[in-house]
């Protein structure tokens, strides 16, 4: 079934552990989001990529960091996490190439708790 | 500064009709969503308005205001398993979505 899958879907943490959360999409769309979605706030961009072998900053990209190394992957590390980051993270994708609207397909979020 | 409001939570009852509101104040406007999203599950998309005016799909509608930086989702006859959260996005670019926190619908039998 094609679409977007993360992994882990669950996950608790030691403050100070590296984390690495997995992104593949087998829509080839050209880009593909990362968000966090916080109770009582909307989804806020970490980073993006445009297409392969680019990436971006979004809105809180701090102690985060990503690469996509192919056009499937895209994923993303907490160098060392804090509790602060404890978060559902949803992976996203889209196809803005063909001219259509950019609609985006998400992952089933992960849910991380740093303790 | 860039900006989306929308209700935090509204209630309504099983077979009625609901009207949930946006206003936005982007840098730029390429497009405005809505997104439902159960809770513990991902977003999913419902519409997307890019012109002015009303776009219908089944029981769900989305209207759009450019100029008073407005939109709405009307949903018709609903239903319990409309019971989520509606997500408001504006995309500002050609990728990025600027984001609203949500309004979580509650349906009463």
């Known amino acids: 079934i094609a679409g977007i899958t993360q992994a882990p879907t669950s996950q608790i943490l030691a403050a100070g552990r590296r984390m690495t959360l997995r992104c593949t999409q087998d829509?080839?769309?050209?880009?593909m989001y990362w968000y966090r979605q916080d109770l009582g706030l909307g989804l806020r961009l970490i980073h993006y990529?445009?297409?392969?072998?680019?990436?971006g900053k979004g809105e809180v990209p701090d102690g985060y960091s990503v690469s996509r190394a192919n056009t499937d992957d895209f994923p993303l590390t907490l160098a060392s996490a804090v509790p602060s980051q404890t978060s559902v993270y949803f992976c996203?994708?889209?196809?803005?190439?063909?001219?259509?609207?950019?609609?985006?397909?998400f992952g089933e979020g992960s849910r991380l708790t740093v303790l | 500064g860039q900006n989306i409001d929308q209700p935090t939570e509204m209630t309504a009852t099983e077979g009625a009709i609901v009207q949930i509101n946006c206003t936005y104040q982007?840098?730029?406007?390429?497009?405005l969503f809505w997104y439902q999203q159960h809770a513990g599950e991902a977003p999913t998309f419902l519409s997307y308005?890019?012109l002015d005016g009303l776009e219908e799909k089944g029981r769900f509608s989305s209207f759009l205001s450019r100029s008073k930086g407005y939109s709405y989702l009307l949903l018709k006859e609903l239903q319990m398993k409309d019971s989520a959260s509606y997500l408001c996005?504006?995309?500002?670019?050609?990728?990025?979505?600027?984001w609203g926190a949500g309004t979580k619908l509650i349906i009463k039998p």
């Open positions: 996203a994708s889209s196809d803005s190439g063909r001219g259509d609207t950019g609609e985006l397909f």
């Open positions: 829509m080839r769309h050209n880009a």
């Open positions: 990529s445009n297409t392969a072998g680019t990436t």
């Open positions: 982007t840098s730029g406007f390429n497009g």
């Open positions: 308005n890019v």
């Open positions: 996005a504006v995309k500002e670019g050609n990728y990025q979505l600027i």
